[in-house]
């Protein structure tokens, strides 16, 4: 009778622990107390040392620990302690199989469960601290197992039927318990994302600066904890190669010979784990010890020295437009604050690049009004002449030293290169500017005429002389005379030529008066005087004559800088004179203009323009007609008899690699232009050793 009273007791006891433990976990909010009060209560009933709550995680792979009743827990003073409340277990282990399979809690012997080599580690953990027996049960929500209760014991025989009849009676409560727990901390950690993506997009907000971004970058890495950029790449504007931007550099400390070579040099988006990112959507999740089995070892073997588990990829865009890509080290990120967080800097350094434009054009704009003031200034104006680049800097002193002179000028370059427009700069800059300049074509004109239209002549000096005529030197008095063509000319009349240039006077064909002269000559020819001076067609003396003040104009193919340039201004000309609304040309045009050797130089740059302006069907000219022979004999490579074949070949081929900015294959590449497959002109730049540095200039 007694003991019948006493069980009635603990019954009612367990009841009211249990209706306490119930409306316990209605209230709780919070993971830690949880654990504290289901502790506390079942203490009330039975007896055991401590407790735990593990996760499944969201695989279904491995579990984790959740819920730690550290105060009563002996194993917190273990020295692997640290280390087993972040770990990960696998699931497949026969330890947990048995678990899983139960259909109530299920009670362990420690001294036989560590016996099996594939049993926890923290079960080894457990009993070297004294733990004797543990209670497992699976915890479930909505018919999928979610996580463990652990319950251990210092004593045999603790968990009695009775404790297990409570357990699984409670079990459905803590389960519910712990899944609101996981959903609330979802929220919170989604709140807390979303306030620290503010906080970042504070500090990245107006950033216009490289330094800034730095600056912000790190800052909000500093934050997350265990996580660094391990490194940042653009792509250039070749749209194939990527340059290193940003990168944590006390990441690799210790492995300066490893990274910094990767660092530094350039990538293509053909690189095998570049061209993994471009072809991903979603974030790319590498595991370092994966990647050393089965990636490129060249990387994962720098990743692994820094401790970290994985790597993290994906591309920067602004809109639709892929800026690069960037890579984080970390053991695990939240992937929305990952996302966030590269959108964010996606859109900074979509604002830097725009800043440095804008501050590109606006320095370019400021320098090219000090450039007009300073021609303003000194009276000089070269506006017909197009061009900017280094070699059209230098004509431009050139012509700026001897305009306001009266030396003759002698302008040399290829045909098309542009010498009546440096002559009609001399003298749009000199100080006979008010005066038209004459020109004439030397060859244009039979030799029997070139006298006469030099020099005029008189009524009848010669059949068909029906009245006088003034010449072409009178009429560039006190003015300038261009002599184009000047090779041309024929030796008869380069011996008047001469005279007037030494005497500075003349007498009309016929005539018996001498005219003085005040006229300042300009001479032009596509020809090597002083091979002709060798050949015997033209005077020596006249040559040094007239080879006062050189002036050789560059032929197009070594100024490709400035084809853009020129390309805008041929385009706007004859858009408007054909009444056409072409205004612009694709990258893929331009890129084959500036790949072309332009035998024909300007002059025929023009031509090709003007007939694309024509063929185009909108704004835009996407096409472009140019020969296949795109190299004659002037602009072959120079042949020497010390030079070997393969000698000739490689320069040849490094100079068609120059004009193509280092494009080897498609449209307007390298291998186009010589007219063979990439693959074979990637073959032959092996054979001939060419490196980048030979075609790339700093």
Avoid at 510 to 536: D, P, S, W
Avoid at 583 to 592: E, F, G, H, Y
Avoid at 666 to 674: F, H, K, S, T
Wanted: proline share 3%.
């Amino acid at each position: 009778m007694a003991k019948h009273v006493q069980h009635e007791v603990f019954l009612e006891k367990q009841r009211q622990i249990l209706l306490d433990l119930g409306n316990d976990i209605t209230r709780v909010r919070e993971k830690n107390d949880l654990i504290t009060l289901f502790s506390k209560r079942i203490k009330g009933l039975f007896y055991f040392t401590h407790t735990m709550i593990t996760l499944i995680d969201a695989l279904g792979d491995t579990y984790k620990p959740f819920l730690l009743d550290y105060e009563s827990s002996p194993v917190r003073t273990h020295r692997d302690y640290r280390l087993l409340v972040n770990a990960r277990f696998l699931l497949d282990e026969p330890f947990i199989e048995s678990v899983l399979e139960a259909d109530g809690p299920i009670v362990f012997q420690l001294k036989d469960t560590i016996a099996n080599p594939q049993s926890p580690v923290f079960l080894r953990a457990n009993y070297e601290k004294g733990v004797k027996e543990v209670l497992m049960m699976k915890l479930m929500n909505a018919d999928k197992p979610i996580g463990f209760i652990h319950i251990y014991s210092d004593r045999t025989d603790s968990f009695t039927q009775e404790f297990k009849d409570v357990i699984k009676r409670i079990s459905s409560q803590l389960s519910s318990a712990v899944y609101n727990i996981i959903k609330n901390e979802e929220i919170k950690k989604k709140e807390e994302e979303k306030s620290f993506l503010l906080d970042f997009s504070s500090d990245i907000a107006g950033i216009m600066t490289k330094a800034d971004l730095e600056t912000a970058v790190f800052k909000v890495l500093d934050r997350l904890l265990n996580t660094k950029l391990a490194m940042l790449r653009l792509i250039d504007d070749d749209g194939h190669h990527l340059s290193p931007y940003m990168f944590d550099k006390s990441l690799f400390e210790g492995l300066v010979s490893d990274f910094g070579r990767l660092s530094e040099q350039k990538i293509t988006t053909d690189e095998y784990y570049t061209a993994l990112v471009l072809k991903s959507r979603e974030v790319l999740v590498l595991n370092v010890e994966e990647q050393l089995r089965t990636g490129n070892k060249q990387y994962a073997e720098v990743w692994e020295k820094t401790g970290f588990k994985n790597m993290y990829a994906t591309v920067l865009k602004a809109g639709d437009q892929i800026l690069g890509t960037i890579w984080m080290l970390a053991d695990h990120i939240s992937m929305p604050l990952f996302k966030g967080i590269c959108a964010q800097i996606s859109t900074a350094i979509s604002n830097i690049k725009a800043s440095e434009k804008i501050s590109e054009y606006r320095k370019r704009l400021e320098d090219e009004n000090d450039y007009l003031k300073e021609q303003i200034s000194t009276i000089y104006n070269f506006s017909e002449i197009i061009g900017s680049g280094g070699t059209m800097q230098q004509i431009y002193r050139l012509i700026s030293l001897v305009a306001e002179s009266n030396s003759t000028v002698l302008i040399l370059g290829e045909t098309g290169t542009g010498k009546e427009l440096v002559a009609r700069a001399v003298h749009g800059a000199s100080l006979r500017k008010d005066k038209l300049m004459i020109k004439v074509n030397c060859a244009a004109m039979p030799a029997s005429l070139i006298e006469s239209e030099l020099f005029g002549h008189e009524r009848g000096a010669f059949t068909g002389a029906v009245e006088r005529r003034i010449g072409k030197f009178e009429l560039a008095n006190n003015s300038t005379l261009f002599l184009d063509e000047i090779g041309e000319m024929p030796m008869e009349a380069q011996v008047k030529l001469l005279r007037v240039l030494q005497e500075r006077e003349m007498e009309r064909v016929g005539g018996k008066t001498t005219i003085k002269l005040n006229v300042r000559v300009i001479a032009a020819t596509n020809r090597n005087l002083e091979e002709e001076v060798k050949a015997g067609r033209f005077r020596s003396d006249l040559f040094y004559r007239l080879n006062v003040f050189p002036v050789k104009l560059p032929p197009l193919r070594d100024r490709t800088e400035d084809i853009e340039a020129l390309t805008e201004f041929f385009v706007a000309k004859y858009g408007k004179n054909t009444g056409r609304k072409v205004t612009r040309v694709s990258a893929k045009v331009l890129q084959q203009l500036r790949g072309y050797l332009w035998p024909g130089n300007i002059r025929e740059l023009e031509h090709v323009l003007e007939r694309s302006v024509l063929l185009a069907t909108d704004h835009t000219i996407r096409e472009v007609y140019l020969p296949n022979e795109s190299i004659t004999g002037a602009q072959a490579p120079e042949l020497s008899g010390n030079r070997s074949l393969e000698e000739v070949e490689r320069s040849y081929i490094i100079e068609v690699l120059k004009r193509c900015s280092g494009k080897i294959s498609g449209m307007g590449g390298a291998a186009e232009i010589l007219g063979i497959p990439g693959n074979t002109l990637h073959s032959k730049m092996k054979k001939l050793q060419i490196q980048k540095a030979d075609y790339f200039s700093n």
